[in-house]
């Protein structure tokens, strides 16, 4: 199997290569593309295009839908950022990663009231960790922050 998924992954960083750094796909296509299960391709998907790889993958389905991955722009900015939150994050440091963001110009004042209350433990209430779950939240959210292309 790695074989595939490497050769899946390699078909979608051409694509991507040919797409400036986006691409829209069909999952059934690709599955079909490559004989396999789509079950395979979202595999690959979830491991090879995260965004702590530097990606930011969507998924719409129904109507033939289809998946879209866009290659993020890693700024400097959004690099310092991602490293502190690689291990999870508390509440605290949530909110202060916010309120520079706020402070910067990189999101508005409601923008910051609306993810404060999704980062805190009352929405994480389920989660086993909630601080690596607050952290991979935060992530996803700067990468929409520093790439307005997302």
């Keep these: ?16 290569e040919s797409g ?8 059934s296509l690709l ?23 530097g990606y930011f993958v969507e ?3 129904g109507g033939g839908g289809y998946i879209r991955i866009v ?9 310092l950022y991602a490293k502190e939150l690689e291990d999870g994050i508390t509440v ?6 916010l309120r520079s963001l ?3 110009g990189h999101i508005s004042l409601r923008e910051r009231q609306i993810l404060d209350l999704a980062l805190s433990d ?5 989660a086993q960790d909630k601080n690596k779950v607050r952290g991979d939240i935060l992530k996803n959210i700067l990468l929409s922050v520093f790439n307005k292309e997302v």
Excluded: W
């Excluded at 400036?20 to 069909?26: C, H, L, S, T």
């Excluded at 998907?45 to 965004?51: E, I, K, Q, Y």
């Design 59 to 61: 998924s719409r389905r």
């Design 71 to 79: 290659e993020v722009d890693m700024t400097d900015e959004f690099s």
């Design 102 to 104: 706020y402070d910067q």
């Design 20 to 27: 400036d750094g986006i691409v829209e796909i069909q999952r």
């Design 31 to 53: 599955a079909e593309h490559f004989s396999c299960a789509p079950s395979q391709i979202n595999y690959v998907l979830t491991t090879r295009f995260t965004p702590y790889k």
């Design 122 to 126: 009352a929405s994480l209430q389920g």
């Design 1 to 16: 199997m790695a074989k595939l998924t490497n050769s899946i992954e390699e078909y979608i960083i051409k694509l991507l």
């Design 92 to 97: 605290l440091h949530g909110k202060n990663i």
